[in-house]
């Protein structure tokens, strides 16, 4: 049995739009990180958040 994670909704916005506006963005989201460039930028970005995790347990 399988449970739903419970939404954090701290706007006004109501649930519905929010959820609305996601399922037109995700399908540009998904086709952009499986494109070249969003892999590329995707690594890039792994980089940098590692390199600042290690400046953070230095300082």
């Known amino acids: 049995m399988s449970r739903r994670k ?3 909704n701290n706007t006004d ?3 519905y739009k929010i959820e609305a ?3 037109c963005l995700m ?3 998904l086709s952009f990180y499986e494109s070249e460039e969003g ?3 995707f690594a890039e970005w ?3 958040r590692e390199a600042e995790k290690q ?3 230095r300082g």
Request: hydrophobic fraction near 30%; charged fraction near 50%.
């Open 55 to 57: 400046e953070d347990n």
């Open 6 to 8: 419970k939404l954090i």
């Open 39 to 41: 892999q590329r930028e």
């Open 13 to 15: 916005i109501p649930q």
């Open 21 to 23: 506006i996601a399922r």
């Open 46 to 48: 792994k980089k940098r």
């Open 27 to 29: 399908p540009d989201i």
